[in-house]
């Protein structure tokens, strides 16, 4: 297993990533008492006295009956967010090929075509800077609110022959109903996981791995354990541990890499990298600058499922570039 050391990354003003605003059958705690990895190196942010004070004041949770109901109406009020913010919302994320060499470096020859899945593509701000970036990638890409996949189908880079998108709940939808099996060579997790429910958090990654290529990886980008967006919930937003809901009914859980690590694994996959970024956003108007906090990761499906019975099933990218 890959030791992690924090990643530093120089002073920032792109808060894009920053949305912080203001069931007795889903138990959050249940789900937080995972077993630990061991881990030698820096942890999480330390915080400040104050900043240790006001978690430990905010302990109280939301009743049995609203975390359900939040549940229950999780597509309508992701589906109300892009309603209210169109596609104004994110920055474009120009920064992922950097940061993921992982989507270059798969190739086995120059020009070879590269078949990756958005998983939880929101309006595309992620999908589009890629496919401009690299005419060989066909790209499958998914979201849990229709309106979203609306947005990517509109926008007008959006060519049915370089990527077909859908409407998908990656928690109980099945993805081979629209990827073939075990075709994809990477999958993009880029602040997900963190708005679906602790308790289903596996369902998502065990769906993914069926359509992941045995020796490929899922580019993980997420909230992790006291970043800004987690400090500024006032009381009466918690969930559970490590879990918020905001204002307009969305929802956050922010990670440590110890939870996450042991997410992936037990859904079947390797650990090959899983480090925090720290970073700081700066505020010049009203002079602030925040600290930020993320996990990076790259979990990888096992080379030795190429035996599986279904290695066969592998199609061509092309075959399914039409809805």
């Given at each position: 297993?890959?030791?992690?050391?924090?990643?530093?990354?120089?002073?920032?003003?792109?808060?894009?990533d920053?949305?912080?605003?203001?069931?007795?059958?889903?138990?959050?705690?249940?789900?937080?008492?995972?077993?630990?990895?061991?881990?030698?190196?820096?942890?999480?942010r330390?915080?400040?006295?104050?900043?240790?004070?006001?978690?430990?004041?905010?302990?109280?949770?939301?009743?049995?009956f609203?975390q359900?109901?939040l549940?229950?109406?999780?597509?309508?009020n992701?589906?109300?967010?892009?309603?209210?913010?169109s596609?104004n919302?994110?920055?474009?994320?120009?920064?992922?090929?950097?940061?993921?060499?992982?989507?270059?470096?798969?190739?086995?020859y120059?020009?070879?075509?590269?078949?990756?899945?958005?998983?939880g593509?929101?309006?595309?701000n992620?999908?589009?800077?890629?496919l401009?970036?690299?005419?060989?990638?066909?790209?499958y890409a998914c979201?849990?609110?229709?309106?979203?996949?609306?947005y990517?189908?509109?926008?007008?880079?959006?060519n049915?022959?370089?990527c077909?998108?859908?409407q998908?709940d990656?928690?109980r939808?099945?993805?081979?109903?629209?990827?073939?099996?075990e075709?994809?060579?990477?999958?993009?997790?880029?602040?997900v996981?963190?708005?679906?429910h602790?308790?289903?958090?596996?369902?998502?990654?065990?769906?993914?791995y069926?359509?992941?290529k045995p020796?490929?990886?899922?580019?993980?980008?997420?909230?992790?354990?006291?970043?800004?967006?987690?400090?500024?919930?006032k009381?009466?937003?918690?969930?559970?541990e490590?879990?918020y809901v905001?204002?307009?009914?969305?929802?956050?859980?922010?990670f440590?890499?110890?939870?996450?690590?042991?997410?992936?694994?037990?859904?079947?996959?390797e650990?090959?990298?899983?480090?925090?970024v720290?970073?700081?956003?700066v505020?010049?108007?009203?002079?602030?600058?925040?600290?930020?906090?993320?996990?990076?990761?790259?979990?990888?499906?096992?080379?030795?499922?190429l035996?599986?019975?279904?290695?066969?099933?592998?199609?061509?990218?092309?075959d399914?570039?039409?809805?």
């Amino acid at each position: 297993m890959h030791q992690r050391k924090p990643s530093v990354c120089s002073t920032s003003t792109d808060s894009s990533d920053d949305y912080s605003g203001e069931s007795s059958a889903l138990n959050v705690s249940a789900a937080t008492e995972m077993a630990s990895f061991q881990r030698k190196g820096p942890k999480a942010r330390v915080l400040s006295a104050e900043e240790e004070e006001k978690l430990q004041r905010d302990q109280a949770l939301v009743s049995d009956f609203k975390q359900q109901k939040l549940e229950k109406e999780a597509q309508k009020n992701w589906d109300l967010f892009y309603k209210r913010n169109s596609t104004n919302f994110f920055k474009d994320r120009h920064w992922t090929t950097r940061e993921f060499e992982e989507l270059r470096s798969c190739r086995e020859y120059e020009g070879q075509k590269l078949t990756m899945l958005e998983a939880g593509c929101g309006v595309g701000n992620c999908l589009f800077p890629l496919l401009e970036e690299d005419l060989n990638i066909f790209a499958y890409a998914c979201d849990f609110s229709p309106r979203a996949v609306d947005y990517v189908k509109q926008n007008p880079l959006y060519n049915s022959e370089r990527c077909k998108v859908f409407q998908c709940d990656l928690t109980r939808d099945d993805l081979l109903d629209h990827v073939p099996p075990e075709s994809v060579d990477a999958v993009t997790l880029i602040f997900v996981l963190s708005a679906v429910h602790p308790e289903k958090m596996h369902l998502v990654l065990q769906n993914i791995y069926k359509v992941l290529k045995p020796g490929r990886s899922v580019l993980f980008r997420d909230y992790g354990l006291y970043d800004h967006a987690m400090l500024r919930f006032k009381a009466g937003s918690k969930l559970g541990e490590n879990f918020y809901v905001r204002q307009d009914g969305t929802r956050s859980y922010f990670f440590t890499d110890e939870y996450l690590a042991q997410l992936f694994v037990n859904a079947g996959y390797e650990e090959m990298l899983n480090e925090y970024v720290f970073r700081e956003t700066v505020n010049k108007k009203e002079g602030l600058c925040v600290p930020r906090v993320f996990l990076q990761s790259k979990f990888r499906k096992p080379q030795k499922d190429l035996d599986s019975a279904t290695m066969g099933l592998c199609y061509q990218a092309g075959d399914f570039a039409s809805p």
